[in-house]
């Protein structure tokens, strides 16, 4: 008998604060506690800013916006086409037929999705959780303003984030990651969501632009944390962007499908570094990571959590690592990868898989099929 169905808590029986403690109202945590509050589970969510607004650039495939049922008046813009810029110069523009990019600002959206779990009943605390003890049953330390409380619930989903404090709690090393630089540039505006690629400002990475309200927002990435400054200056210079505000340094996790569950804690989003390589996309997979981590909750079987991600991405994030790999090892192999896709089957594979989320086997089939001569 699963550990729901033995214990789902009634009036006479409950003995906890809740059932399901979520850590994190990122779009991972938020989701996780709409769902489990839809069954009618008791689910509290922690999170320890309400009005944190996480580094991102808030592009977001409009068709989530169906598949997760979120409101549209978050949504910013929606971008039409994108561009791929070559180390060498070359631009390909590429219209997202069937689909667009949803640009949103990250406090609004994540707000947005808090409110909607809190509308199916999930109660949202803000405060830091500190640590956890686990047993039969899980408890977490939560420091709110000058007091730390101690809540105990029958499980928990850790949806962190990348700096995940709940990931050391278990004794799990910190997922290895790309280190970003990124930066608002006001009064600068594009009507697409740019992708530049290039070892000199973004080496195994990319560099981007992307439409944001007021200007725009640039970024890059590299797995080395002491190059980041030098490495944005260039891409600003090669970009020609004169003048930004802040510059804000944060971390991409490295998918390595290590960590799913610990006892009675599951690991959902960049918690659990459940982001696409080659597209650094973690949004939607955060969503996902958070339904398929409530659904084994609500199922009453914590461990089928692994097998449920596994079936539905581990083959697409094995075959986009090695694309990444690689495509991303020098300007010469992502020359080709831009060259790569002028031709029309590789652009409509790639926006069946990436924007429209198609499931099931055969668009993986037919993307593998076009790039097998890379996959080594
Ligand atoms: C510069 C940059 C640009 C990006 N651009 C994109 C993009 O355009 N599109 C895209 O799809 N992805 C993008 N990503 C990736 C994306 O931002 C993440 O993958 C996504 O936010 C993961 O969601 P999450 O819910 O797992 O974690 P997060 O969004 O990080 O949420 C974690 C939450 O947990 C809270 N928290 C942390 N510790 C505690 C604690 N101890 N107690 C309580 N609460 C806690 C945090 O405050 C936060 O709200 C980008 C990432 C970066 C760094």
Redesign the pocket.
Known sequence: MGVLSMNRPTASTKKHDALVIV???????STAARLLATHGLDVVL????LS?K???????VMSAFEEFDIPKGVIKREVRAIEIVSPGGTVLEIPLNGGGLAMVD?REF?AALRREAEAKGAQILE????RVEQGRTVSVF?KSGETVRELTAECAIA????????RAAVGVKPNKSFF?M?AFVPDHHTERCEFWFGAAHAPRSYSWV?PAQGGSVI?T?TTERGDILSLFERFRERRGIRKESAK?L???PLWSGDLYRRGNILF????AG??MPLT???????MR??VLAAEAVISGDLGTYEKRWKSAFEKRFILMAHLERYFLKDDASADRLVELHRKPDIQAASLRLWLRKERGAKPLRDYMRLFKEFIR
């Open positions: 850590i994190g109202g990122g779009p991972a945590g922690v999170e320890k800013n944190f996480k580094p991102c650039g808030g592009g977001v990250r994540d405060g830091e959780c500190l939560v949806a962190d984030g990348v700096n995940s404090r709940m970003t990124s992307f970024g990435a804000e944060y971390r991409i959902a989003g960049d918690a459940h982001v650094h996309e973690g949004i939607y997979y955060a990571a958070g």
